[in-house]
Every structure is written in structure tokens, then in C-alpha cells.
């Protein structure tokens, strides 16, 4: 069994990736609870604990977000703690509280919290562990607080784990992490190019080194090929929440539709079990709407490649006013407001929470903070400047999603302050990109900049 | 009564033979990796987990001078067994019901022990049980053939298992099936378009399509049905004191199939015989392996010296076609072998045919011959054992394999090289009328010639 030492051990021999995680945004967490029929806590004044916070980049941004809210994040790591302190001093945050602390001792009179977030600790730690974590959430969750736990299950699981086994058996032996995952990553290669050809299981694997080679090593040291990585089935899941009386938020048949996508991983959201829905819709009228799509000829795109099948022309025109509207959300009350009776604005509705459970589209309750236009003089947050100059792989936008950036654009990123025209940035990055024309470059930082707004990084 | 028993109480496995688990086989093998098991004709088998007793019936009947022991967990199947040892009077053959975890430890030592499709339907403690079994009954230089279920070939399917388990729940054995066959149909459906998920659902889907309801049940859907690594089998072996010899077919074992560039990525990738395995299984997404065991006390040489053939009878299954050096497998379509040496022997083969030949018998140079046919065997096209095969050619009074005509309803039969052949009704009951009183009418000569050749004949 993994104990304390040795979980403290591996992560302050290689902390977990930092970045923020929109899934586990508090506002997703009452935007789940609202479609479920249940209230939360409003976030501007709610308390949130985080389990296993890492360094702390998740936290602290939304403390950022959230300055009158109140955040505790713990985590048994203690260089990881560290480092998350730093970001919050960095970041001139004192709405955020980080401490070290073992999950197995909690004392039983530490505060109860609206909003409890953990990410990447249900699978990853040890049977007894995982009891109590469950337990722990049952006893710190406010009665009307709402949980998310993110977790790895079958059936996606099922060949991911036979690849895990085989990356830990080339490794077996390594004398550190950097080891361990240079050999896990080359048993990879070698499997996925010398498998046997149009295979499912040959397909699998060259997905999963395709997706693997592109992710850090942290991730992969921390995740994939962590001591304890044990998916559940999620009706294993539902019956260990039950054991503790707690609910999940969400369609009834949930296990159907993960198992119908081969998913293996989910961000899911609980309850107290004793709750009982509050009234018909709370704050559904506040809900919001976006969507990062685009519409190609007759075709509606979605920035991870998929055509969107919209189904009929009033989903479609959503969609397309989504499109437009980019990175802006629409009020749902505005766009319900377009069906000609109540109850073709409740299909209407229910369709496209649809396409929000098939990651179509986002649903939230929280306005939006960027702007839809690059002005003279763009500005790209402050946060997002601070973490392009540091060279961070992932930049924080005000979605709270990671942004990917290459060189050049962490370049314009960190330009980006309000001050500098477009006639100076330009100026600034010619000396950075020599190679290409002005005009290129002009056309370039146009399009650049069009991104940055697409991305939700540029404010008024 | 156990649970397993209780399952095969309901509903009996089907009836096939192991062409893998016979003695003459298994002993070839083990000749090529430098260990002499004892002669054929003369052992002791033991065939645990025997079902309703084909396997154990035709290895008897093809050895009148062996002595082959069948237990099983199920009553009703040994009752079966016994039932057909009677009607077909082997008496080289006893079937016992007993439960393998209550085998007294006075029951005896075997030269070769069969323990086909067992140790992935068993739990955990079953196994070791069954390991310790294999090894405190085998023979000094005894051969045990364990086949088992294994990773990374079940990395889908037991997820498509779980599906199906879960939605047929606790039934009678037709409603679980049919239950289990429609979740995985709608699996198929629901699946996103060119995913890997799909594509494995769906080639499962084809798979069981040709299944029957009881391959399904005690397969697929069985109380029990556990994956392991390789490694991992390997490990629980060498505790019970077995040592891992090869596999119980001589392609899967000697590698030639798998080509220098998957040969180098192996060297790479295992550093010990156990890593190797599991990698090249990896490799192929093998689900399943047939393994070769010994003691832990006898040596293992693997270099497959051409010289060890010599002994051995080889015969092929190959067929002629108009163009010399083109051939056709019955299993892999055709076949071209440019080399003329090669192309000589498999002539001679098939000119020999029902019976086998001796390697040193060949026609030309022993050297060159021997090493030919360690490639050709390697390919698998061509097959050897210890000892001769007792195959009748065509004569006018054919007498058929008895267990064949007892079994040719079933559509399924096991000839005299201990293979399953398929036969269709029309050859079906001309095989039953085979039982040499009769003559062969002009109008069978056609399909009885076809029965000589498919080893169906008996001396």
C-alpha cells in the first residue's frame, strides 16, 4: 500500500501540473446543481475548499476571481504547499489559505464548506484513503454545499490500464521519475508503431501516445502511471457515494452514457443525499450560455474538430448566434425568448442542455469577464501576462480554461498591457520574428489578436 | 455443489478436441527445447477439467497402449463421459468426478497433463491450487499443457464482459445469453463513429456472433473469466514449481512470424524472458496462450537445433494447386514457397499423405531438409509429432474414426491427428454408415477420399 511518505515523496520529487480547471470551477458545480433541480450558495461570499490543491494555480485564480469569497486548499505535499503559497503572495491574493495537512487526519472540528473540490485524488490513493475522503466530504459539506470529484472509470479505463501495466513493466526498476517516464514513453512508441495494424487495440495506442507525447511529464508520472490508479465502474462509484450519503447531480442514467462513449474519466458532482430538489428551476433563469464554435459553409465546427449535428433549425440558430457572439455568453432567457410558447422554450432548453452534456456547448451562471473586440490598445489580463512571462506552459484565461501558447504568442501576451498600440506591437515583435515580411507579420498579429480575444484572454 | 459445477451441471461445454494437448505434440515440442518427455504410445495423460470426456476419449483411442485419467468438477458432464467411454468400449480410458481442489495426492503421476480452458474461468486460489496440482502429479520429465486467459487482449473485452454481465443479471443460461447478445449489439450502436471503442465492440460483436449460446456462457459471460499478464502467470508457475518450456504450438513459440523489426523492438523492450512474453503478446494483443510447463528441475534450451527434428514424423495440410510451388492452406488461402527444396518436401508430404513421414526419410540433403523444415514448422506449414500417425488411406471397405461417427450430429468431429473437422450433414451420415461392412459406392469414392485425407479413417 502507498503510504503518506511515499505519495509526499513523489510529488515533491516532481510537483502536479499546475493549471486551472474550468470542469471544477464552484460555478459549474451550481450550474450542475441548478439543472438538477437544487440551489448552491451564491460565490460571491461562499467558501470552497480544495482537497489535494497541488501548487495551487487552480485555487488561487479563482480567488482572483472571487475576492470576497473565502478558499482553503490543503495537500500532504509540503514543497508543493510552498510553491502554492508563493503563487497566492505572487498573485497579491489574501482570499486564499494553503496548508499542509493529511487527508487521514483531518480533525473533525475543521470547518464545513459550500463548495469542496478534488481533483485527481478518488482514483489515486489507496482503498482506505479513498473511505476517508468520502467521509471527509460528507462531514464538510455545508447541508447545502456541492462536491466535485473527479475520478478515472471503465469502460474508457479498460485498455488505458493494460497500457499503464505495460509502460510500468518497461520501466520497472528505474532509479528515478525521469527514468521511470523516459522508459514508459518509449515502450509506448515502441508498441503503438510495432503493434499488430488495423487493430482496435493498435488504434488505442497510437491515440494514447499521440495524446501522452503532446501532455508533461508531471502528468504522466502523477496520473497515468501513479503508484495507485484504480478506475471504478461508475455504478461502484454511485454505491460508495450512497455508503455515505451522498448523491450525484446529474442524469439518472449516467453509468449508460459513459459506457456508450467508452469514457474514462468524469468530473462528478455530489450532494447530500437527504436534499431534496429546492423548487422547479433555481436560477435557471440565470443560466448562460456560450459555445466555441464556428460555422464553416453549411456546417457548425467545434474547436476540437467535431461537427456539431444541431438537429433542428431553431438549435441551429443558437448555435450560430453562439458562433458570432464568440467569446461572449447569451442570457438562456434571451434565447428562449425567440420560441413562440412556453413549451417550445422548455424543448428548446432541454435540447441544448443536451448538447451542453455532450460538451457542445457551456453552461454557466457567472457573466462573462472578457471582451468580443481587440481595441488599439489590447490588454490582455494581468494574470495571464504574469504567467506568459514566466513561460508557463498553460495560460490562465477569464474562463478560467488553459490556454495553449507557443512562443510567439506568450510573446504578444505578455505585450499585450493596454499600453502598447497595435502599431507598437507590432514593432516589438519585428524584432522578435525576423524572418518574415511586414506585411505577414501584420497579418499575423491581426489574426493573433483575433485568437487572444477568441480565447477569452483580452479585457475592456 | 459449487458454482462452477452448478454452471456445468446446466449447461454441458460443448465437445472438441485440443489439437495441442496431444501427447505425440506436446513431446515434438518439447524434443525441439532439448527435452525428451516419455514415449506417446506408452504414457500416462491426465486431462483435468475434462468436460463431457472428447478430448481424453480421442487421445485414448488414438493410443491403445496409453493411459488416460479425466476428472471434472461436473457430474453430469464425467456422466456423459463415461456414458460415451461405454458405448465406444475404450478401455484405456476412466473418467472420475471429483472437484480438483479435493484430488487425493495419492492419485498418481502423468507424463502429460492437460489443462485447456480452466485457470482463467477459476478464482484466484483455484489456481494456485491448480498449479500445485499440475506440478505435485506431473512425471519427473512430464510435459503440462495450462492454457490460460491473457492481457493485453482482454483490455476491451473484459470491458464488453462487464456490459453484457450487467445486463443480463442473475437468469436462466438462454436469458443471460440473449440478454448479454442484445447489450452488446446496442453497445455497438451507441459507440462513437471510428473509435477504437467501437471497433472493438463491434469486432466482439462479429466474434460471438458464431458462438454458440453455451461457448458464450461458459466463455465470455462465465462466474469467473480473469486476464493475466504473462509475467504474471509466470511468476505463480515458478512457485508452484513449474518451469515455462514454450507454447503448445511450434509458430507461436519459435517467433518466425513475427519479423526482424518486431524481434529488435522486443530486445528492447524485455530484458528477461517473462518481459519479453508479455511484451510480445502486447505486440500481437494476444488474449489467449497455450502453454507448455515442466518441472522446475529439467533445463530448457530454446535454439531449436535442426538436428532434434530428425526423429520427428512431419505432414501438412497444405494442398497442391496447378502452379508448382503454389500451395493452399485450408486455414491461411495460398501459399507460394519459392525455394525448390521447400516446395520438394511439401510434395513429398502430400504425396504421403494420410500418414506421416519421418524427417530423416526426406528426400535430400538431411542438413538442408532438417533446417527447412524447422522454417516450414515455424510457419505452420507443416505440423510433427512423436511417433506415426494411425490414419487409414482409402480402401474398399473404410472403417470411419468410431468417436467421429458417434459425434458426427454435432457437425464438429475429431479425426485420427486428434484436429476437429468440420462436416456437413450430407457427410455426416455417410460418415455414420462408415463402420466397415459396407462398400464404397462409386458415387461416395469422391467424399471418402476427402475423409482419408482428413485423417477420419481408422486402420
Same mark, same amino acid.
Given at each position: 500500500?502507498?503510504?503518506?511518505?511515499?505519495?509526499?515523496?513523489?510529488?515533491?520529487?516532481?510537483?502536479?501540473?499546475?493549471?486551472?480547471?474550468?470542469?471544477?470551477?464552484?460555478?459549474? +458545480?451550481?450550474?450542475?446543481?441548478?439543472?438538477?433541480?437544487f440551489?448552491?450558495?451564491?460565490?460571491?461570499?461562499?467558501?470552497?475548499l480544495?482537497?489535494?490543491?497541488?501548487?495551487g494555480?487552480?485555487?488561487?485564480?479563482?480567488?482572483?476571481?472571487?475576492?470576497?469569497?473565502?478558499?482553503?486548499?490543503?495537500?500532504?505535499?509540503e514543497?508543493?504547499?510552498?510553491?502554492? /503559497?508563493?503563487?497566492?503572495?505572487?498573485?497579491?491574493?489574501?482570499?486564499?489559505?494553503?496548508?499542509v495537512?493529511?487527508?487521514?487526519?483531518?480533525?473533525?472540528?475543521?470547518?464545513?464548506?459550500?463548495y469542496?473540490?478534488?481533483?485527481g485524488?478518488?482514483s489515486?490513493?489507496?482503498?482506505?484513503?479513498?473511505?476517508?475522503?468520502?467521509?471527509?466530504?460528507?462531514?464538510?459539506?455545508a447541508?447545502?454545499?456541492?462536491?466535485?470529484?473527479?475520478?478515472?472509470?471503465?469502460?474508457?479505463?479498460g485498455?488505458?490500464r493494460?497500457?499503464?501495466d505495460l509502460?510500468?513493466?518497461?520501466?520497472?526498476?528505474?532509479?528515478s521519475?525521469?527514468?521511470t517516464i523516459?522508459?514508459?514513453?518509449?515502450?509506448?512508441?515502441?508498441?503503438?508503431?510495432?503493434?499488430?495494424?488495423?487493430?482496435?487495440?493498435?488504434?488505442?495506442?497510437?491515440?494514447?501516445?499521440a495524446?501522452?507525447?503532446?501532455?508533461?511529464?508531471?502528468?504522466?508520472?502523477?496520473?497515468?502511471?501513479?503508484?495507485?490508479?484504480?478506475?471504478?465502474?461508475?455504478?461502484?462509484?454511485?454505491?460508495?457515494?450512497?455508503?455515505?450519503?451522498?448523491?450525484l447531480?446529474?442524469?439518472?442514467?449516467?453509468?449508460?452514457?459513459?459506457?456508450?462513449?467508452?469514457?474514462?474519466?468524469?468530473?462528478q458532482?455530489?450532494?447530500?443525499?437527504?436534499?431534496?430538489? =429546492?423548487?422547479?428551476?433555481?436560477?435557471?433563469?440565470?443560466?448562460?450560455?456560450?459555445?466555441?464554435?464556428?460555422?464553416?459553409?453549411?456546417?457548425?465546427?467545434?474547436? =476540437?474538430? /467535431?461537427?456539431?449535428?444541431?438537429?433542428?433549425?431553431e438549435?441551429?440558430?443558437?448555435?450560430?448566434q453562439?458562433?458570432?457572439?464568440r467569446?461572449?455568453?447569451?442570457p438562456?432567457?434571451?434565447?428562449?425568448?425567440?420560441?413562440?410558447?412556453?413549451?417550445?422554450?422548455e424543448?428548446?432548453?432541454?435540447?441544448? *442542455?443536451?448538447?451542453?452534456?455532450?460538451?457542445?456547448? =457551456?453552461?454557466?451562471?457567472?457573466?462573462?469577464?472578457?471582451?468580443?473586440?481587440?481595441?488599439?490598445?489590447?490588454?490582455?489580463?494581468?494574470?495571464?501576462?504574469?504567467?506568459?512571462?514566466?513561460?508557463?506552459?498553460?495560460?490562465?484565461?477569464?474562463?478560467?480554461?488553459?490556454?495553449c501558447?507557443?512562443?510567439?504568442h506568450?510573446?504578444?501576451?505578455?505585450?499585450? =498591457?493596454?499600453?502598447?498600440?497595435?502599431?507598437q506591437?507590432?514593432a516589438?515583435?519585428?524584432?522578435?520574428?525576423?524572418?518574415?515580411?511586414?506585411?505577414?507579420?501584420?497579418?499575423?498579429?491581426?489574426?493573433?489578436?483575433?485568437?487572444?480575444?477568441?480565447?477569452?484572454?483580452?479585457?475592456? | 455443489?459449487?458454482?462452477?459445477?452448478?454452471?456445468?451441471d446446466?449447461?454441458?461445454?460443448?465437445?472438441?478436441?485440443?489439437?495441442?494437448?496431444?501427447?505425440? /505434440?506436446?513431446?515434438? *515440442?518439447?524434443?525441439?527445447?532439448?527435452?525428451?518427455?516419455?514415449?506417446p504410445?506408452?504414457?500416462?495423460?491426465?486431462?483435468?477439467?475434462?468436460g463431457?470426456?472428447?478430448?481424453?476419449?480421442?487421445l485414448?483411442?488414438?493410443?491403445?497402449?496409453?493411459?488416460?485419467?479425466?476428472?471434472?468438477?461436473?457430474?453430469?458432464?464425467?456422466?456423459?463421459?463415461?456414458?460415451?467411454?461405454q458405448?465406444?468400449?475404450?478401455a484405456?480410458?476412466?473418467?472420475?468426478?471429483?472437484?480438483?481442489?479435493?484430488?487425493?495426492?495419492?492419485?498418481?503421476?502423468?507424463d502429460? *497433463?492437460?489443462?485447456?480452458?480452466?485457470y482463467?474461468?477459476?478464482?484466484?486460489?483455484?489456481?494456485?491450487?491448480?498449479?500445485?496440482?499440475?506440478?505435485?502429479?506431473?512425471?519427473?520429465?512430464?510435459?503440462a499443457?495450462?492454457?490460460y486467459? *491473457?492481457?493485453?487482449?482482454?483490455?476491451?473485452?473484459?470491458?464488453?464482459?462487464?456490459l453484457?454481465l450487467?445486463?443480463?443479471?442473475?437468469?436462466?443460461?438462454?436469458?443471460?445469453?440473449?440478454?448479454?447478445r442484445?447489450?452488446?449489439?446496442?453497445?455497438?450502436?451507441?459507440?462513437?463513429?471510428?473509435?477504437?471503442?467501437?471497433?472493438?465492440?463491434?469486432?466482439?460483436?462479429?466474434?460471438?456472433q458464431?458462438?454458440?449460446?453455451?461457448?458464450?456462457?461458459h466463455d465470455?459471460?462465465?462466474?469467473?473469466?480473469?486476464p493475466?499478464?504473462?509475467?504474471?502467470?509466470?511468476?505463480?508457475?515458478?512457485?508452484?514449481?513449474? /518451469?515455462y518450456?514454450?507454447?503448445?504450438?511450434?509458430p507461436e513459440?519459435?517467433?518466425? +512470424?513475427?519479423g526482424?523489426?518486431?524481434?529488435?523492438?522486443?530486445?528492447?523492450?524485455?530484458s528477461?524472458l517473462?518481459?519479453?512474453?508479455?511484451?510480445?503478446?502486447a505486440?500481437?494483443?494476444?488474449?489467449?496462450?497455450s502453454?507448455?510447463?515442466?518441472?522446475a528441475?529439467?533445463?530448457?534450451?530454446?535454439?531449436?537445433s535442426?538436428?532434434?527434428?530428425?526423429?520427428?514424423?512431419?505432414?501438412?495440410?497444405?494442398?497442391?494447386?496447378?502452379?508448382?510451388g503454389?500451395?493452399l492452406?485450408?486455414?491461411?488461402?495460398?501459399?507460394t514457397?519459392?525455394e525448390?527444396?521447400?516446395?520438394?518436401?511439401?510434395?513429398?508430404?502430400?504425396?504421403?499423405?494420410?500418414s506421416?513421414?519421418?524427417?530423416?526419410?526426406?528426400p535430400?540433403?538431411?542438413?538442408?531438409?532438417?533446417?527447412? +523444415?524447422?522454417?516450414?514448422?515455424?510457419?505452420?506449414?507443416v505440423?510433427a509429432?512423436?511417433?506415426?500417425?494411425r490414419c487409414?488411406?482409402?480402401?474398399?471397405?473404410?472403417?470411419?474414426?468410431?468417436?467421429?461417427?458417434? +459425434?458426427?450430429?454435432?457437425?464438429?468431429?475429431?479425426?485420427r491427428?486428434?484436429?476437429?473437422?468440420?462436416?456437413?450433414?450430407?457427410d455426416?451420415?455417410?460418415?455414420?454408415?462408415?463402420?466397415?461392412?459396407?462398400?464404397?459406392?462409386?458415387?461416395?469414392?469422391?467424399?471418402?477420399r476427402?475423409?482419408?485425407?482428413?485423417?477420419?479413417?481408422?486402420?
Amino acid at each position: 500500500m502507498q503510504d503518506t511518505q511515499t505519495a509526499r515523496r513523489r510529488y515533491d520529487e516532481l510537483p502536479y501540473v499546475a493549471r486551472p480547471y474550468v470542469d471544477l470551477h464552484p460555478d459549474r +458545480l451550481a450550474t450542475e446543481a441548478a439543472l438538477s433541480g437544487f440551489a448552491a450558495p451564491a460565490l460571491e461570499h461562499a467558501s470552497v475548499l480544495e482537497i489535494g490543491c497541488g501548487v495551487g494555480v487552480h485555487l488561487t485564480l479563482l480567488a482572483v476571481e472571487w475576492p470576497n469569497a473565502q478558499f482553503v486548499g490543503f495537500d500532504i505535499a509540503e514543497v508543493q504547499i510552498e510553491a502554492a /503559497r508563493d503563487l497566492a503572495r505572487q498573485l497579491g491574493v489574501d482570499n486564499v489559505r494553503f496548508e499542509v495537512m493529511d487527508l487521514m487526519e483531518l480533525p473533525r472540528t475543521y470547518p464545513t464548506f459550500d463548495y469542496i473540490l478534488v481533483h485527481g485524488l478518488y482514483s489515486w490513493v489507496p482503498t482506505p484513503v479513498r473511505d476517508a475522503l468520502m467521509s471527509v466530504l460528507r462531514r464538510h459539506l455545508a447541508p447545502t454545499g456541492v462536491a466535485s470529484v473527479s475520478l478515472n472509470t471503465y469502460p474508457g479505463w479498460g485498455p488505458r490500464r493494460a497500457m499503464r501495466d505495460l509502460m510500468l513493466l518497461a520501466a520497472r526498476g528505474s532509479a528515478s521519475p525521469a527514468e521511470t517516464i523516459k522508459r514508459g514513453r518509449r515502450a509506448l512508441q515502441l508498441l503503438a508503431q510495432h503493434s499488430t495494424r488495423e487493430t482496435p487495440w493498435h488504434q488505442t495506442l497510437n491515440e494514447h501516445h499521440a495524446h501522452l507525447d503532446e501532455l508533461p511529464d508531471n502528468y504522466l508520472f502523477h496520473d497515468f502511471l501513479a503508484d495507485v490508479n484504480q478506475p471504478v465502474w461508475l455504478h461502484e462509484f454511485i454505491a460508495d457515494c450512497d455508503a455515505h450519503s451522498l448523491s450525484l447531480l446529474g442524469p439518472a442514467d449516467v453509468e449508460r452514457l459513459d459506457v456508450a462513449e467508452g469514457r474514462g474519466f468524469r468530473h462528478q458532482c455530489l450532494v447530500h443525499s437527504k436534499r431534496t430538489p =429546492d423548487s422547479l428551476k433555481p436560477r435557471l433563469d440565470q443560466l448562460r450560455i456560450a459555445g466555441n464554435l464556428r460555422v464553416d459553409g453549411s456546417d457548425i465546427v467545434h474547436d =476540437d474538430g /467535431r461537427l456539431v449535428s444541431a438537429g433542428d433549425a431553431e438549435v441551429r440558430s443558437v448555435l450560430v448566434q453562439l458562433s458570432a457572439l464568440r467569446p461572449l455568453s447569451l442570457p438562456m432567457s434571451q434565447v428562449l425568448e425567440t420560441s413562440d410558447s412556453v413549451r417550445s422554450a422548455e424543448a428548446l432548453r432541454a435540447r441544448l *442542455i443536451d448538447l451542453y452534456r455532450q460538451g457542445v456547448v =457551456d453552461l454557466r451562471l457567472r457573466p462573462d469577464r472578457c471582451v468580443d473586440y481587440v481595441s488599439e490598445r489590447p490588454e490582455v489580463w494581468s494574470i495571464a501576462r504574469a504567467f506568459a512571462a514566466k513561460g508557463a506552459f498553460y495560460t490562465p484565461n477569464l474562463r478560467h480554461e488553459a490556454v495553449c501558447l507557443d512562443e510567439f504568442h506568450r510573446v504578444l501576451v505578455s505585450l499585450c =498591457d493596454g499600453a502598447h498600440t497595435r502599431q507598437q506591437l507590432h514593432a516589438a515583435l519585428a524584432e522578435v520574428v525576423t524572418q518574415t515580411s511586414d506585411q505577414a507579420l501584420d497579418q499575423q498579429l491581426q489574426h493573433s489578436l483575433l485568437k487572444l480575444s477568441f480565447d477569452a484572454l483580452l479585457i475592456a | 455443489m459449487s458454482q462452477i459445477q452448478e454452471r456445468y451441471d446446466a449447461l454441458a461445454y460443448p465437445a472438441r478436441v485440443t489439437s495441442a494437448s496431444e501427447p505425440a /505434440r506436446m513431446a515434438a *515440442i518439447a524434443r525441439m527445447h532439448g527435452h525428451a518427455g516419455a514415449d506417446p504410445a506408452t504414457a500416462r495423460v491426465l486431462d483435468i477439467g475434462c468436460g463431457v470426456g472428447t478430448n481424453a476419449l480421442n487421445l485414448a483411442m488414438l493410443q491403445p497402449r496409453s493411459t488416460v485419467v479425466g476428472i471434472d468438477v461436473s457430474g453430469v458432464q464425467i456422466d456423459a463421459a463415461k456414458a460415451a467411454r461405454q458405448t465406444l468400449g475404450v478401455a484405456n480410458a476412466r473418467f472420475e468426478h471429483v472437484d480438483l481442489t479435493q484430488l487425493p495426492s495419492d492419485f498418481g503421476e502423468f507424463d502429460y *497433463i492437460v489443462a485447456h480452458g480452466l485457470y482463467a474461468w477459476i478464482p484466484d486460489e483455484v489456481r494456485q491450487r491448480l498449479l500445485a496440482v499440475v506440478a505435485q502429479h506431473l512425471a519427473p520429465s512430464g510435459v503440462a499443457l495450462i492454457s490460460y486467459n *491473457i492481457q493485453p487482449g482482454w483490455a476491451f473485452r473484459s470491458m464488453a464482459r462487464e456490459l453484457m454481465l450487467r445486463a443480463s443479471g442473475p437468469a436462466e443460461p438462454e436469458h443471460v445469453v440473449a440478454r448479454a447478445r442484445e447489450a452488446l449489439s446496442d453497445a455497438v450502436e451507441t459507440a462513437p463513429e471510428h473509435s477504437a471503442w467501437r471497433h472493438a465492440l463491434a469486432g466482439l460483436h462479429a466474434e460471438v456472433q458464431d458462438f454458440s449460446d453455451a461457448d458464450l456462457f461458459h466463455d465470455l459471460l462465465a462466474h469467473v473469466c480473469e486476464p493475466v499478464w504473462f509475467h504474471q502467470f509466470h511468476s505463480a508457475a515458478g512457485q508452484a514449481g513449474l /518451469r515455462y518450456m514454450g507454447e503448445s504450438t511450434f509458430p507461436e513459440t519459435a517467433d518466425l +512470424l513475427l519479423g526482424n523489426e518486431r524481434r529488435a523492438a522486443l530486445t528492447e523492450l524485455g530484458s528477461d524472458l517473462a518481459a519479453r512474453q508479455t511484451f510480445k503478446d502486447a505486440l500481437l494483443n494476444r488474449a489467449f496462450r497455450s502453454s507448455l510447463m515442466v518441472r522446475a528441475s529439467n533445463k530448457i534450451d530454446s535454439k531449436y537445433s535442426p538436428i532434434r527434428l530428425q526423429e520427428l514424423f512431419v505432414w501438412t495440410d497444405l494442398n497442391r494447386t496447378d502452379v508448382a510451388g503454389r500451395y493452399l492452406s485450408p486455414s491461411r488461402g495460398a501459399v507460394t514457397l519459392s525455394e525448390p527444396a521447400l516446395a520438394r518436401v511439401l510434395d513429398t508430404l502430400i504425396a504421403a499423405r494420410p500418414s506421416a513421414v519421418l524427417a530423416r526419410d526426406l528426400p535430400g540433403n538431411p542438413d538442408a531438409v532438417l533446417h527447412n +523444415l524447422v522454417g516450414l514448422w515455424g510457419y505452420g506449414f507443416v505440423d510433427a509429432r512423436v511417433g506415426q500417425t494411425r490414419c487409414a488411406d482409402l480402401s474398399a471397405r473404410p472403417v470411419a474414426h468410431s468417436l467421429a461417427r458417434l +459425434l458426427c450430429q454435432t457437425g464438429v468431429v475429431p479425426n485420427r491427428r486428434h484436429e476437429s473437422v468440420n462436416v456437413d450433414s450430407e457427410d455426416a451420415a455417410l460418415l455414420a454408415l462408415l463402420d466397415g461392412s459396407r462398400e464404397v459406392a462409386a458415387t461416395e469414392l469422391e467424399a471418402v477420399r476427402r475423409f482419408a485425407q482428413a485423417g477420419l479413417l481408422t486402420p
